[in-house]
Each structure stands twice: as C-alpha cells, then as structure tokens.
T-cell receptor
C-alpha cells in the first residue's frame, strides 16, 4: 500500500461543476502539498498545508491531520483546469523529501 | 526572480552515452531536490542536496547516477551509460530552508534514451 493514496485516478467533469479530489496518507506529516501538472509541463505548487484550510481563487484545500486526509476542491470548474493534480506529503521523519500520490487526471469539458 | 531553472528542457541520448541535467535553484534557495517521473508512474524522490553536501541520497539508483551541488553554479544530476529505462522526466525543486516552506519546482528535463 502506498503511503499516499489519491482518488479518483481519473475525473471528467462538465464546465461549471464542483470538483473534489481526495488524498489519504498513512504517516505522520509535517506538511502536505497540492501540485498541478499540465501535459508535458512543469509542476506548480498550488497549496502547502499543515492544518486547516486554504483558499486561492476557485481552489480550496483542506486537511484533517487526525484523519490523515486532505481534499482539493475546484469551484466553477473550467476547461483550463484540466491537468493532473498531485498530492505530496513531507513525512515527519523523512527530512525534506516529498512522497507523492499517483495523481488525479482531471478533464473538464466545455 | 526567474524561479527554478532546469536545462535542457529536452535531452536525447543514445544508449551508453552520458546525460547531464542542470538545475539552478531560486535566488536565496540553498536546498535542492531531484525527483524522477517514469512514464505512467508517479514522482519519486532521488536526492536532496545542500551547497557542497549530499544530505539524503536514499532514492538514487546505486550505479550510474550521481548528483552534486557545488559552491558556485547549478546542481548537476549525472547519469552515466544511459539505458532505455532511464527515459523519464527529471524534476528539480528548491527551498530556502530545510522543510516544506518555499518549495518550488522547475519545469523538468525530459530525457529520452534511444
């Protein structure tokens, strides 16, 4: 079992829909990142969380440390949101390295 | 602030050749991390360096791979005698301090071994 599990693996939505991507992890962490990767593109950090909730534009990220679970929400989704979304954790005992989930491929159709 | 700069963006090597991948961290960042993304797989940690020191190389293959981050200049990931299985996207990230804050990724180098 991977240390970081994401669901769903693939997600197709219609423009305007509310989207949720989930991430569960099995180790104690110092922080969790949500990352975005476009095809053939680089990796952009969307959020870094250690507790609570953060919001940036149409994106919201939450984390529940006790339940070892985080969610990424996209409100009013748009085709330009189509990308792979990756959850990554920095373990309490893993120094500064990140452990990644397999990613969620999101496709938003117009 | 140009961000984390990786070059080249694309690199093609024949089997047996050497590949050198470069990463210039963000200004003020002295911690560099290399990650590999194999085709259809997730990202995996390779090595963590601070200026002139390798801090954690637990993810580096035992042979043919090496990394350095000299006092001056970019961090280099070197792959000797490349094989087809080395074809992947190699991403570099940097941070100003040890830990999660300010973690910034580069655009990656896509290595293709033919």
């Amino acid at each position: 079992k991977n240390e970081v599990e994401q669901s769903p693996q693939n997600l197709t939505a219609q423009e305007g829909e509310f989207i949720t991507i989930n991430c569960s992890y099995s180790v104690g962490i110092s922080a969790l990142h949500w990352l975005q990767q476009h095809p053939g593109g680089g990796i952009v950090s969307l959020f870094m969380l250690s507790s609570g909730k953060k919001k940036h534009g149409r994106l919201i990220a939450t984390i529940n440390i006790q339940e070892k679970h985080s969610s990424l929400h996209i409100t009013a989704s748009h085709p330009r949101d189509s990308a792979v979304y990756i959850c990554a954790v920095m373990g309490e005992t893993s120094g500064s390295r990140l452990t990644f989930g397999e990613g969620t491929q999101l496709t938003v159709n117009p | 602030n140009a961000g984390v700069m990786q070059n080249p963006r694309h690199l093609v090597r024949r089997r047996g050749q050497e590949a050198r991948l470069r990463c210039s961290p963000m200004k003020g960042h002295s911690h560099v991390y290399w990650y590999r993304q194999l085709p259809e797989e997730g990202l995996k940690f390779m090595v963590y360096l601070q200026k002139e020191n390798i801090i954690d190389e637990s993810g580096m293959p035992k042979e043919r791979f090496s990394a350095e981050f000299p006092k001056e200049g970019p961090s280099i990931l070197r792959i000797q005698q490349v094989v087809r299985g080395d074809s992947a996207a190699y991403f570099c990230a940097s941070s100003p301090v040890r830990g999660p804050y300010g973690y910034t990724f580069g655009s990656g180098t896509r290595l293709t071994v033919v």
